[in-house]
C-alpha cells in the first residue's frame, strides 16, 4: 500500500514539473522530446531484459497503439496545455476524475459490474468537481461554455483518456504478459515521435525562455513520470484492479496543492477544499461498495 501512496505523491509532483515545463518551452515540444527520451531508455532496458517471448506479437499492436495514443500521446498534451492557465491544485483535482471513467470503461470493456452502493459513490464523487469548476482565470473564462472552460474540458478529457489507457495496460501486461517496461516503452517513444512531428508543423520557436532550464525540468520530470511512475503504476497492476489504482489518486491532488502553494503561492480556497471532500466521499463510498460486493452482502446490480 506504501508504494500506491509514494505513486501519487510523485504524480502529484509532475503537475508542478508540468506547469515549470510549459513556462520554458510549448507543449508539443516539451512532450514529445521528453516521451521521445524516456521511451529510447525503457526501450534500450527492454532489449536487454526481454526474452524472445515476450516479444510484441502481431496481435499485440492494435492494444500497442491504442497505448500510444490514450495513455501516452493525448493525456500529457492535454494535461500540458492546460497548465498553461489553471493552476497545479485544480489541474490534478480534475485529472482525478479517472476513477470514474475507469468504473465505466471497466463495465463496458472488462465486464465489471457495479453495485447500487458503488453506483452512488461514482456520481457523488464525479459531481464533487464542480465547485473547483466555479473558479477560473480571466483567459478561462474567455474560452468557456457555461461554468466549464476549454482547459478544465481538456484536463477531464485527458483523464478519460488515461483511464482507458489503464484498461489497455492491463491485457497487455496482466493478460498478454507483456512486460510493464517493454509496454510503456514502446508507447513512450511511439508518443514522442507523434508530438515532435505535430511540433514541427504547429509550434514555431517552441523554446520560451532558456533551452537549459528546460531540459533540467524535463530531465526531473522523466525520471519520476515516464521511468519511476509508469513502471510502478503498471506493476502494480498485477496486483490491484485499474479501478483501484485509479481510486487511489485521491491522494495525487492533495500533494499537487500542497506543492502549488509551497512554489507557486496558489491559494487553496474553498472551491478546492469543498471539491477534494466531496470527491473523498464519493470514493469512499465506492471501496465500501467493493468490498461489500466481495463478501456477497450486496447482490443489487445495475446498469450503467
Known amino acids: 500500500m506504501m508504494l500506491v501512496v509514494l505513486l501519487y505523491a510523485l504524480f502529484g509532483f509532475t503537475f508542478t514539473l508540468g506547469k ?13 522530446l521528453r516521451m521521445l527520451s524516456g521511451g529510447t531508455i525503457l526501450l534500450a532496458w527492454a532489449f536487454t531484459r526481454t526474452n524472445p517471448r515476450c516479444a510484441p506479437q502481431k496481435n499485440d499492436f492494435p492494444f500497442y497503439l ?7 500521446f493525448l493525456p500529457y498534451i ?32 472488462l465486464k465489471e ?32 461554455w457555461s ?11 485527458a483523464a478519460a483518456s488515461m483511464s482507458y489507457g489503464f484498461i ?18 514502446i508507447a513512450t517513444f511511439s508518443a514522442g515521435c507523434i508530438s515532435l512531428g505535430a511540433s514541427r508543423v504547429f509550434e514555431e520557436n517552441p523554446i520560451k525562455t532558456s533551452l537549459t532550464a528546460f531540459l533540467s ?20 497492476f498485477k496486483k490491484y484492479s485499474p479501478t483501484f489504482i485509479s481510486l487511489a489518486g485521491f491522494l495525487s491532488p492533495l500533494f499537487a496543492g500542497l506543492y502549488g502553494f ?6 487553496i480556497t474553498w472551491h478546492f477544499c469543498a471539491s477534494f471532500i466531496t470527491t473523498l466521499a464519493g470514493i469512499a463510498l465506492y471501496v465500501w461498495g467493493t468490498r461489500s460486493q466481495k463478501k456477497d452482502i450486496s447482490k443489487l446490480e445495475i446498469p450503467l
Open 20 to 32: 515549470l515545463m510549459v513556462v520554458q518551452a510549448k507543449p508539443l515540444f516539451a512532450v514529445g
Open 66 to 72: 491504442q497505448l500510444t495514443i490514450f495513455s501516452a
Open 78 to 109: 492535454l494535461r500540458l496545455w492546460a497548465l498553461q492557465e489553471v493552476t497545479v491544485a485544480k489541474a490534478s483535482l480534475l485529472f482525478n476524475t479517472t476513477p470514474f471513467f475507469t468504473a465505466i470503461f471497466g463495465y463496458f470493456f
Open 113 to 144: 459490474r457495479l453495485s447500487l452502493v458503488q453506483f452512488m459513490g461514482l456520481c457523488i464523487g464525479f459531481f464533487g468537481t464542480i465547485p473547483i469548476l466555479l473558479t477560473s482565470s480571466p483567459i478561462e473564462d474567455t474560452l468557456s
Open 147 to 157: 461554468f466549464i472552460s476549454i482547459y478544465e474540458l481538456a484536463i477531464i478529457v
Open 168 to 185: 489497455v495496460t492491463q491485457k497487455l501486461v496482466k493478460h498478454r504478459k507483456c512486460p510493464a517496461f517493454l509496454a510503456n516503452g
Open 217 to 236: 525540468i524535463m530531465a526531473i520530470q522523466l525520471v519520476i513520470s515516464n521511468l519511476i511512475c509508469s513502471n510502478l503504476q503498471a506493476s502494480l
Open 262 to 267: 509551497l512554489l507557486f503561492h496558489e491559494k
